[in-house]
């Protein structure tokens, strides 16, 4: 699943590269997508495990909470650089002046995306800052509501919210040609249905997964190695619609795709273990691709200042990669070693201010 999330974080990077033509990656959006629904499955193995605790788990608050804090570091970050790059260096190149006022008007605007909260409608139907961050911003509110419904009732969300989610986005999305994730739609934007959809589709993977898993003991080396073929083969097919093709029916078909190779992957009954054989390096990239969601997009920037002509600008796409490897590897890196800094910091202070008895 790291090595899957990692590819598919790279697939968006290079999408963004090619976004203003059609040579390469038509439809790389879609790899937002597997992104959701990946992570919509170990959300969902999380909650049934905290209405399984004897203290009945985590509450919603509470479990946003926990869920922010991982996010914010990275999504602050990440929001800092996209500031360097388009506030600073690209305005100023531009001629603008900065000034105190002009960067308290930017931080009235910017606040609601460093609290991850632009996507509830509060972007203005204006992209955020570092635009691939929508999906960070709209995970965590669609979270928050599943994790208080699926609570209160799971079998009413199983059986009638979540199904109805499910058609209901899809149909919107279908007959709705101009819509984009920041679409105000009366009471939210388009792209917190766009995950909200992706995250129910994920609670009927992880069930399918878990039951596959219960018969894995009685599979055959033929069984699972056609399990293997079959995730490999969804996963290069929807790799290859999203190079070539752009329409919400391939988007579709590609989302067929991610849910059976996500729950073939899931289950753990395919080989696909034994393939992906380095597990420390797999985790690392896994991990690493939050930070290559992060930074490529202010990357792309710089390369659209540096290459105002298109064709010119793809010419450099091996540079572009790896620019982007290594600015991830950095950020990655110094983010890690400014959280543990903090940490302790925050540890000193507590023990300083707070008096115990």
């Known amino acids: 699943m790291d090595a899957y999330k990692f590819i598919f974080c790279c697939v968006i990077a290079v999408y963004h590269f090619f976004e203003k033509s059609d040579a390469h990656m038509l439809g790389g959006a879609g790899g937002v997508e597997f992104f959701v629904m990946a992570a919509g499955l170990f959300f969902f193995q999380k909650l049934e495990r905290e209405m399984a605790a004897p203290d009945g788990g985590m509450d919603s608050v509470a479990y946003i909470k926990k869920r922010f804090l991982r ?45 991850l909260v632009s996507m509830n409608g509060l972007s203005a139907e204006k992209v955020m800052l570092n635009v691939p961050l929508w999906t960070i911003s709209a995970m ?8 208080g419904l699926y609570r209160w009732n799971k079998q009413l969300f199983r059986t009638v919210l979540a199904p109805a989610a499910i058609l209901f986005v899809l149909g919107y999305w279908r007959n709705s040609e101009t819509v984009t994730h920041f679409d105000w739609l009366g009471w939210t934007t388009f792209g917190v ?14 069930e399918a997964a878990k039951r596959l898993a219960a018969v894995g003991e009685r599979l055959t080396t033929l069984a699972r190695g056609l399990l293997t073929v079959c995730e ?8 290859i619609n999203m190079d070539r093709f752009d329409s919400r029916y391939f988007r579709y078909i590609n989302m067929l795709l991610f849910c059976v190779a996500l729950m073939i992957c899931f289950s753990g009954q395919s080989s696909s273990g034994r393939v992906f054989r380095c597990e420390k390096a797999f985790t690392y990239l896994g991990a690493l691709s939050l930070s290559v969601y992060m930074v490529h997009y202010p990357i792309v920037n710089v390369f659209r200042r540096l290459y105002p002509e298109q064709v010119m600008m793809e010419r450099h796409l091996l540079l572009y990669l790896t620019v982007v490897m290594v600015c991830s590897v950095l950020f990655d890196l110094l983010l890690k070693l400014i959280i543990a800094g903090a940490a302790r910091l925050w540890t000193n202070l507590k023990t300083k201010m707070v008096v115990t008895e």
């Not at 970050?77 to 531009?94: E, M, Q």
Request: net charge neutral.
């Open 232 to 239: 490999f083969g969804c996963l290069a097919l929807a790799i």
């Open 71 to 115: 996010f914010f570091p990275y999504t602050t970050a990440g929001l800092l650089l996209a500031f360097l790059v388009k506030r600073i260096w690209i305005y100023t190149g531009d001629g603008g002046i900065l000034s105190l006022g002009k960067l308290y008007e930017w931080f009235s605007r910017d606040i609601w995306d460093y609290l």
């Open 193 to 206: 249905l766009r995950v909200l959809c992706c995250y129910c589709l994920a609670l009927f993977i992880y």
């Open 140 to 147: 965590l509110i669609c979270e928050l509501l599943i994790w």
